[in-house]
């Protein structure tokens, strides 16, 4: 179940309560399917942990990702080195592999963050519509818990006795 299925199920739990009948001398309360509402919200609370261990999924590839940059940067880096080793033996040579070696080593450095900066970016896109769909999708199931409880409070009978107030 993804984050569109919650979605929808917190659709037709909003309609199935706005669209209830109302109960007589009840402004704000209604009644619903208590069966069907209940599976509802199982079917919600269900597909919550899927989104969580999706961000959990996101944020492993993202340290995946940063360390297979890492990796690359540092065999460029060695690659350099060892082709600046090579060119040594003439003077002219050597100062032309310096000057490659570094530029090198800053490409590779420049890619490796910018590699890291794409993919934090990303992933903290990634984790920010995570975290705002679970919010939303949170909000919408303590608004609908809040009108539930209304809605069962409304069905106690009042006492009859003026003592037992």
């Known amino acids: 179940m993804d984050n569109i299925d919650v979605m929808e199920r917190l659709d037709a739990l909003f309609a199935m309560i706005s669209e209830a009948w109302g109960v007589p001398l009840g402004n704000d309360k209604c009644i619903i399917e208590r069966e069907k509402a209940l599976k509802l919200i199982t079917d919600i609370k269900a597909a919550l942990p899927t989104s969580i261990s999706e961000a959990k999924r996101l944020v492993a590839a993202r340290d995946e990702f940063i360390g297979n940059a890492k990796r690359e940067a540092e065999a460029m880096r060695k690659s350099a080195e060892e082709k600046a080793r090579i060119l040594v033996d ?76």
């Open 90 to 165: 003439e003077q002219e040579i050597s100062r032309v592999a310096r000057i490659k070696s570094a530029e090198m080593i800053s490409s590779a450095e420049n890619k490796a963050a910018e590699i890291r900066r794409i993919a934090g970016e990303y992933v903290d896109t990634l984790m920010r519509q995570s975290e705002e769909t679970l919010a939303a999708s949170l909000g919408a199931i303590r608004e609908k818990r809040s009108n539930f409880r209304g809605v069962q409070e409304a069905r106690r009978p009042a006492p009859s006795n003026p003592k037992e107030l």
